[in-house]
């Protein structure tokens, strides 16, 4: 049995430690430059726009969380959810963790009137693929995602930037 429940300032070493866990199954080891500071802040700052859902089992031992934010859709005028990552500790998985985690964002959507819950998933996760799939999720075929970061993003940014300025 899964208890879902939002995410308390207590929770943030556990959420940094499965977000160094996810990096690592996704074969991205050292790419998590966040902070304890740095997500206490963005989960309970003074104005937070990021979100945090636990999935603890019967006995309260947090097995999973999910981080989301709102996101909008021009065309159906409405909100969404964006899942940024999900995650069930391996030695918890197939005990239905995720699962009630997606169902509670998908009842938050329906609740609020959003228009969507949608997320990103590596094309090599088969099973994350078949886990989604299964509860009626499908890829958005023709699209791709793109990303701006690192040197590109400073680049391109500081040009922009003086432009616009200028």
């Not at 999935?55 to 909008?72: I, K, Q, T």
């Not at 693929?129 to 999720?137: D, E, M, P, T």
């Amino acid at each position: 049995m899964s208890v879902i429940r939002p995410a308390t300032q207590e929770d943030v070493p556990a959420i940094l430690q499965m977000i160094h866990e996810l990096a690592i199954y996704e074969k991205e080891p050292d790419a998590v430059r966040n902070t304890p500071e740095m997500l206490a802040e963005v989960l309970f700052g003074e104005n937070p726009r990021v979100f945090a859902t636990m999935a603890e089992d019967s006995a309260g031992e947090v097995r999973g969380f999910a981080l989301w934010f709102l996101n909008y859709s021009t065309w159906e005028g409405v909100h969404g959810i964006y899942l940024e990552d999900l995650y069930v500790s391996p030695h918890a998985r197939g005990e239905g963790h995720g699962k009630a985690l997606l169902q509670h964002l998908a009842a938050i959507a329906v609740e609020q009137g959003y228009a969507r819950v949608e997320w990103s998933v590596l094309d090599w996760n088969e099973p994350s693929i078949n886990f989604y799939r299964s509860l009626g999720a499908r890829p958005l075929d023709g699209w791709s995602t793109f990303r701006l970061t690192g040197d590109a993003l400073e680049s391109f940014g500081t040009r922009t930037a003086a432009s616009i300025r200028g």
